[in-house]
């Protein structure tokens, strides 16, 4: 069982930067591959970007390729998610989840483990 809190949300302006975190339970955290995903009202959940239990790779949706940046800690059992030069349409709630057996590519089907979100503003 894995159990995932994610922290850094807010309202910022268009341009600006945030970084998300999301925290694990566990001893177990480097045996998963992680992933952020948002949903936007109205929208359906979406993947932003992917990383590989050891953090060797990483996979980008193509809206935030080049903008966000995922990397992770194992020895701190947290992924974080870097946004720069946000935008009004990265608006959403952003939810961190674990996938023991993928690579961190796979779609939200996969992740057997989620976090309960942090909303992130981003006004024009």
């Known amino acids: 069982q894995v159990q995932l809190v994610e922290s850094g949300g807010g309202l910022v302006q268009a341009g600006e930067s945030l970084r998300l975190s999301c925290a694990a339970s566990?001893?177990?955290?480097?045996?998963?591959?992680m992933g952020w995903f948002r949903q936007a009202p109205g929208k359906e959940r979406e993947f932003v970007a992917g990383?590989?239990?050891?953090?060797?790779?990483?996979y980008y949706a193509d809206s935030p390729k080049g903008r966000f940046t995922i990397s992770r800690d194992n020895a701190k059992n947290t992924v974080y998610l870097r946004m720069n030069s946000l935008r009004p349409e990265d608006t959403a709630v952003y939810y961190c989840?674990?996938?023991?057996w993928g690579n961190g590519a796979a779609g939200a089907h996969a992740y057997e483990y989620w976090g309960q979100g942090t909303q992130v503003t981003v006004s024009s």
């Open positions: 990383i590989s239990m050891s953090g060797s790779s990483t």
């Open positions: 566990g001893r177990t955290f480097s045996r998963y591959a």
């Open positions: 989840a674990a996938d023991r």
